[in-house]
């Protein structure tokens, strides 16, 4: 059933009834296990060193007075883990520096001790000899020729010359001819908009508990958004089989998308196949903020022209993303989503993902989107404002709609962004009356859906019912009722 | 090493423990006595997570050190519930869905119940300003003071 038909309210078995939470009472009475819940016999503390450089050459690590001090059972550098493939290289990276500390925060190395006492100070007995290095933290100071370079000589061949090696690649979509358009307009709006690196702020700190033995099989506890990523992604660093890695998800403590990477796990691992003991390790809340990836600061250029009926007749954005110390931005995602919302003749976007010297981002609430939809949403609001135009009217006048040609690509199939329009329009609070201080606005904004792997189990059992066995992260949900 | 023996009292318990000094009570309640309720999500005395009740009194129990719960009165989430039965705001926490993820959940009812210990008849605002201490990055809010109002009221009916 189209959604933008659908205008009769209808009444489901499930989707509009109130059941009880099945989660509610372990969450209620703190019964609810999160990363940090657990123990294990014998378990050990691990704790990481950080760097306190931005940037710096990692000259010499000396750990032989930590490994001397009683309690200490494992210490771990980037040297234990050895070559790991491609499609993980930068992951462990980011987990234990190689060459570079790249970012203030960045894991150095980690012990697993008898005590979190005993792990501080071993933290403190281990000697590493840094050669600072210039460091830069801003996206449009990184992409200039002479910006102290992160990575060299791995810039992707979608870049022009000119830039800086830290832009590591260049994506573009749209259609249409936009200098056609703007000449059409009867105003153009050209602005720049910056936003700043937000951290996802959950709760929970991240935690993990890893058990290996001498065999091979190992245990990993861990709060994640994805328990079947972390195994692949730490056994592809561990050069384990996957099927030797059994990774059961806690609950968890918020995500928001932070929590879909690794950062303490393939460390514990480690420590754990080292020492030969149970390894727990559990980030502080500045751990989390200086080496957990917020979402990606942006500095975007806007060019958009409307006639004064408030038909957009062009609209070009340039994006420029910082994912952090690693490629990987979600400036492809921000420029395909920027303009989306809009049935456009003409449409273009750019985006340059660029590498600073900051904890590599991470996914964040549609990842790139939100960035890209303030910039065209302040212009577009700028441009109805100056010709006295409803902010809603202009959307909907230009809302993509079934057979629209997107910004990215597709053709859309009905995506209920006018009926959703129309609701705004219709509902009481559009024209309240507003009170002093109170303002209002609209905007609209657009983003895909993306799924993790998964694998369910049913099973008819012996009292005659049936049980199915989800194994999916209840992020911030119910759980399905056992 | 000399560790601190400590004689307490958690949620009517009589408690012996042995912690370093520089461990937090928030250390003691999870790591030396296995009650995880009370959560560390910041260890600042920021977000909430860790509130547990000193005599009465409201606390970060990450600000405390465990050798300062000597001869006090602890009462952590875990001493909230009575047998089978959970407290009215319990219940009331889930009847209303006043909680998704759950990990700032136990500092909450620790700290709503304190103030309805107190005053059984807040205003919103004061409801608001009491739980302004507990940071809940998923509700936002208006479920967790709607189940601690409606509770409230729930208990001066019984009353």
Redesign the interface.
Known sequence: MALDRSDKPRTFKVVGTRPLRPDGIDKVTGRARFGADIVAPGMLVGRVLRSPHAHARIVKIDTTKARALSGVKAVVTRADFGAVPDGVADVIDNCMAGDKALYDGHAVAAVAASSAAVARKALRLIEVEYEVLAHVTDVDAAMQPGAPILHAGRQDETVPEGYSQNVMSRVEFGHGDIEKGLAEADRVVQRTYRTGATHQGYIEPHACLATMGPDGQADLWCCTQGHYMVRNTCAAILGMEQGQLRVTASEIGGGFGGKTTVFLEPVALMLSKLSGRPVKMVMTRSEVLRATGPTSSSSIDIKIGMTKDGRITAGFAQLRYQGGAYPGSPVDMGSMSAFAPYDLENVKTVGFDVVTNRPKAAAYRAPGAPMAAFAVESAVDELAKGFGLDPLEVRLKNAAREGTVASYGPTFPAIGLEATLEAAKAHPHWTAPLGENQGRGVACGFWFNFGGDTCVTLNVTPDGTVTVSPRAIPISAARVPR | ?SQIHVTTSINGDATEFLC?A?DTLL?VL??RL???????????GD?G?CSVTVDGRLVCSCLMLGAEAEGREVT???G??TGDQ?HPL?QK???M?A????????GI?VAAKSLLDKNPDPTEEEVRYWLAGN????TGYDKIIRAVMETAADLRRAS
Not at chain 2, 34 to 44: D, F, I, L, V
Not at chain 2, 99 to 106: E, F, N, V
Not at chain 2, 135 to 138: A, G, I, K, Q, V
């Open positions: 090493m370093e520089e250390d999870r790591d296995g009650m995880t309720g009370s959560k560390e999500g910041c260890g600042t977000c997570a952590t989430i875990e909230m519930a959970l319990q926490f889930i009847e869905a909680l998704q993820c759950g990990i700032c959940t136990p009812l940071l809940c990055r998923c």
